[in-house]
């Protein structure tokens, strides 16, 4: 690794501690939270945010604790090593999908393993169907339950100004529709999505010694130029875990995962 990146600090405790002391709802339909490697030993904050916003909605939130999605070792090319351990992993999730749990994923990149890359790599086929099929980014799955009439909230905001930074996974499998349709519920909030392609970082990518310069001239190109113009009020989205480091590398940005922006109140209320 480059001496110049700082490499992400680790949480003092896990996402699992974090949640340890919460009073668990019960009741309302039950939804699994997938607790990637970043939520849980990273930036516990996030899961605990996905799981005030799914609480606030009413369901019932359950952690995985099903495995790494082996989207390191995708994106590095061991592939039987990820074969091997994401299918593990994709059967520990296959218990609540078989009973009609929603399975929902807040990082982009462990959602596109999930449902894309490691069903690709699987020889049972049923099982590749049912995790492409019922596994979702949260943002898609709530824009799907509001849109088909199964969640009726109102979504509230201590932000009132946000630039999105799309992550790459994110854009090139569902876009980020859903997500700016879920910020279109928040009154008077104002959502700019910055014309951007790739961060930079892309995982590791930005970290190596041999990419830290083009790592740096690819978020050079828009998207960093973009993040300092904006107004100093505004809080900057960024859902990827890789991307928020660019972005606080490269301009000095703390940026956040949508989650951590908006929760719900019931309708009306």
């Excluded at 978020?219 to 809080?235: H, I, V, W």
Aim: net charge neutral.
């Amino acid at each position: 690794f480059d001496r110049r990146r700082l490499l992400p600090e680790y949480a003092h405790g896990p996402l699992d501690a974090a949640l340890s002391g919460r009073r668990e709802r019960r009741g309302g339909r039950k939804v699994v939270l997938f607790d990637d490697t970043y939520m849980r030993f990273h930036e516990p904050k996030v899961g605990i945010a996905a799981f005030d916003l799914l609480e606030s909605c009413g369901y019932e939130v359950v952690l995985a604790r099903a495995g790494c999605c082996q989207r390191p070792r995708l994106s590095h090319g061991f592939l039987r090593e990820a074969k091997r351990n994401g299918e593990r992993t994709l059967r520990n999730l296959d218990r609540f999908i078989r009973e009609g749990i929603p399975v929902v994923v807040c990082e982009p990149g462990c959602a596109s393993a999930l449902t894309d890359d490691l069903p690709d790599l699987m020889d049972d086929e049923d099982l590749a169907r049912r995790a492409a099929e019922g596994i979702f980014p949260l943002e898609v799955f709530l824009d799907c339950e509001i849109r088909e009439g199964r969640l009726d909230i109102r979504l509230v905001s201590d932000a009132t100004r946000i630039a999105l930074h799309g992550h790459c996974h994110q854009k090139s499998l569902h876009g980020t529709a859903p997500l700016k349709r879920i910020f279109a519920r928040v009154e008077g909030l104002r959502v700019e999505e910055i014309d951007s392609g790739c961060c930079g970082m892309a995982g590791s990518f930005g970290y190596e010694k041999e990419h830290y310069e083009i790592s740096l001239r690819v978020g050079e190109d828009r998207l960093f130029p973009a993040l300092r113009a904006l107004p100093k009020d505004t809080r900057v989205v960024a859902c990827g875990f890789s991307c928020r480091h660019q972005i606080a590398h490269g301009v000095g940005i703390h940026a956040v995962h949508w989650v951590e922006t908006v929760r719900g109140e019931p309708a009306g209320g």
